[in-house]
């Protein structure tokens, strides 16, 4: 420890000596590294984020037993799931699109092939960026995976564009509630608020359409039943 102590104030100055003997080079170097930095700051186009936040209620049945109670729980954790795959899944998406008429836009690909270039570098920026959103999110929250595979009717270009969509879609649910954020990257902040609306809008219908099939296949069903013991 002495032999340190007696060492440390030569090594120290002559750190300071050294450093500025190169005061020019470091000095070149940390203006160049502002320099950088500061093109890119200004020159990045940003990326905003539009979030929106549901609450999924169940229909819950009737609880008699102990038995029913534990199913019901497990009934619930199954309905979150699959709820918060719908919102992922490009049926959804696909709903969303064709909402709004997005196919042409010239964020979505539409226009010239400049159009079309600067989309695929924003397309790329914009999922790397939600992406890694959606990693950070995945930390607090636990968003499931959804498997996103073309539908047999999907152009490519198609495919592209909702590929592009669900991209930039992040699904977070949060822990303990019946509360879902969902979030849409865009450079146009308009857009990505009537997007994430709009995907909103359509998941709730979606659900309305679903409940109304299945009463009517219900009803329709009682129907035919009814008239055969009618004949009877």
Same mark, same amino acid.
């Given at each position: ?66 038995? #029913? ?18 919102? #992922? ?134 129907? #035919? ?8």
């Amino acid at each position: 420890a002495e032999h340190y102590l007696k060492r440390s104030p030569i090594s120290l100055v002559g750190n300071v000596k050294t450093i500025y003997r190169h005061r020019w080079i470091a000095l070149t170097t940390a203006v160049v590294v502002f320099l950088v930095v500061a093109v890119q700051t200004f020159t990045a186009t940003p990326i905003y984020q539009a979030r929106v936040q549901l609450l999924l209620e169940p229909e819950n049945p009737n609880v008699v037993s102990f038995k #029913q109670v534990i199913d019901q729980e497990q009934w619930s954790e199954e309905y979150y799931r699959t709820q918060f795959t719908i919102l #992922q899944s490009r049926v959804l998406a696909r709903r969303t699109i064709n909402s709004l008429k997005l196919w042409d836009h010239a964020e979505f690909g539409g226009g010239n092939a400049q159009k079309k270039t600067s989309f695929s570098v924003m397309g790329t920026v914009s999922g790397v960026t939600a992406g890694a959103m959606g990693w950070v999110t995945s930390l607090f929250a636990s968003a499931p995976e959804v498997a996103s595979t073309p539908a047999a009717d999907e152009t490519a270009a198609q495919s592209g564009l909702i590929d592009a969509f669900l991209g930039r879609l992040t699904v977070s649910p949060i822990r303990n509630s019946r509360l879902v954020n969902i979030e849409f990257a865009s450079p146009n902040p308009a857009m990505a608020a009537t997007i994430i609306n709009t995907l909103a809008q359509q998941y709730i219908e979606q659900n309305l359409e679903y409940k109304f099939l299945s009463s009517k296949e219900a009803s329709d069903w009682l129907g #035919q039943q009814l008239a055969v013991e009618r004949k009877k």
